[in-house]
Nanobody, 122 residues
Framework: QVQLVESGGGLVQTGGSLRLSCAAS????????IGWFRQAPGKEREFVAV????????YYANSVKGRFTLSEGNAKDTVYLQMNSLKPEDAATYYC???????????????WGQGTQVTVSS
């Protein structure tokens, strides 16, 4: 089992920044990929960013490319999602997910955190 805990969400004005963290524990060696998804009320969960733990470049959704940066912490069991130039349409609950392969589909991830809320005021 892998446990994921997100933090760093909050309220920010349009154009502002937030950094989300995802701390993993448990059988983290089974995590080959870690990603972020988001879900706004009444909408489906959508892909934000994903990276393989082997050090390959992260892959981003077009909607966040150039504004969000996914990185791995020095401890290797923590990843960060730096979100800059936030827009009202970025408001959602953000979820960290881990799984055996890099994918943009939520169904390909085995483990999920509880989510952290991001609110962007206009």
């Amino acid at each position: 089992q892998v446990q994921l805990v997100e933090s760093g969400g909050g309220l920010v004005q349009t154009g502002g920044s937030l950094r989300l963290s995802c701390a993993a524990s448990g059988r983290t060696f089974s995590m080959s990929a870690i990603g972020w998804f988001r879900q706004a009320p009444g909408k489906e969960r959508e892909f934000v960013a994903v990276m393989r733990r082997s050090g390959t470049e992260p892959y981003y959704a077009n909607s966040v490319k150039g504004r969000f940066t996914l990185s791995e912490g020095n401890a290797k069991d923590t990843v960060y999602l730096q979100m800059n130039s936030l827009k009202p349409e970025d408001a959602a609950t953000y979820y960290c997910a881990a799984g055996p392969s890099s994918s943009t589909f939520p169904t390909q991830f085995d483990y999920w955190g509880q989510g952290t809320q991001v609110t962007v005021s206009s």
